[in-house]
C-alpha cells in the first residue's frame, strides 16, 4: 500500500576544516571515516583508497537530534528523553523521563502501535531484541562522499590540528601534568555529495501491526495536526543537517555551505534519486522521474530545484512540475505545504 508523502533529497555541498565523521583513534591520533571511491579517468577507471567520507549513520543520527529540537519548537510532546536528548538509544516508551538504569529497565514498548508514539521510533525506527520488535527508518540517508571526477577528488585534502586540554592553576601538580595533547583530523574538500529518502506517509502507522491504519493518540490528541508536526519537522531538520551539522562537532564547528539541492514531493513511491557524488546527478534524476510520471499517468510529482541551472527540462509530463528557487525558504516552504497536503488527503 502507498501512503504519501514520499521525499527524496540529493544534492552537494562544500566542507572546510571539518571532522566529518570520527572513526577510532590511534593513541592520541584522532581519524576521520574513510572509504575506497572508484573514479572514471577516461576508458578506464581510478581507485582512490582512503578517501574521507561522512558516514550516513552519522548524518541519520544527526537529522534525529534535530528533528526532535524542531518537534518541541512546534509544539510536539510525544517523545521520551532519550529522543528529545538526542540518545540514539530507541524502542522505548514516550512517557520515560528519566535516563537512568531503574527507569529504563522496564520501560521498552510492548508493540510496534506503542512504540510508534514517541517521535524518534516512529521517524527513525528501532530494534527491540528480546520482545522480537523492529520497525523499519522511515529516513534513509547515503554516505556524502566527493563528487566523483578526478578534479574534485584530489583536491580534498585531510590534515591533523592538535589540541590540548586547559588545567587550570588551582589543580593539584599531578593532575596539572597529566594534561593531554592530541590531534584531531579535518577534512577540506571543493564538493560532496549526498541522498536522502523519507516515506513521510509512515508516520504514526505501523509497518508489522494492524493494517496500516493511523493509532490513535493518548488522551484523544488530534492525530492529523501531530502527523503534520512530525512531516515538517522532518523536512525542517534536513536544513539543519545540511549546513554542516551532520559532522562531528566535539572540537569545532564545521565549515560548510550547500551548494545545490533537488527535493521531490509526490504521492506516489517515486524511485531514489542519483546521488550527488555522480557529476551528472541532476540530469539523470530528471530523466527517472520523467520516466516514472509518464508511466504512473495518475502520480503528482513535484521537483524543486536550488542552485541548479540545469533542471528545466521540455519534456516534463503534465503531472510533474518542476520549479526553479532562488532561496531555500521558498523551497523548504513549498515542500513542507505539499507534503503537509498530501498526509491530508491521503488519510
Known sequence: MAYSPYVKITGRFTVEVSALTGSGNIGNYNQVATAKIVVPDGNTYKVYDGASIITGNALKHWHAVYLAQEYVKLGGSLLNILCK??????????????????SLKSASADNEQDAIIDLCNDLHGFLIPDKQLKRDSLIEVSHAIPVLTIDNVENVVKFAVQHNRVVPKQVTKGESE??????????????????????????????????????????????DEERKRRIRASILAVLNMLMGSGSKQARSLPISKLNDLLVVVSDAPIPNLVHGAYPDYVKQSITILETYASIVNEAKVHVHCYGI????????????????????????????KEGEDMVTEHK
Not at 206 to 221: D, V
Not at 310 to 326: F, G, L, Y
Open 178 to 223: 597529566g594534561m593531554m595533547v592530541f590531534k584531531q583530523e579535518y577534512v577540506s574538500g571543493p564538493l560532496y555529495g549526498f541522498a536522502m529518502s523519507m516515506d513521510l506517509g509512515w508516520v504514526l502507522r505501523p509497518r508489522y501491526e494492524g493494517n496500516g491504519s493511523i493509532i490513535n493518540l493518548p488522551n484523544n490528541a488530534n492525530v
Open 85 to 102: 536528548h538526542g540518545v540514539g538509544l530507541r524502542g522505548y516508551k514516550y512517557t520515560v523521563n528519566k535516563m537512568d538504569a531503574d
Open 309 to 336: 541551472s540545469e533542471c528545466k527540462s521540455s519534456t516534463v509530463p503534465k503531472n510533474m512540475s518542476v520549479k526553479v528557487h532562488d532561496n531555500l525558504k521558498d523551497l523548504f516552504n513549498d515542500v513542507i
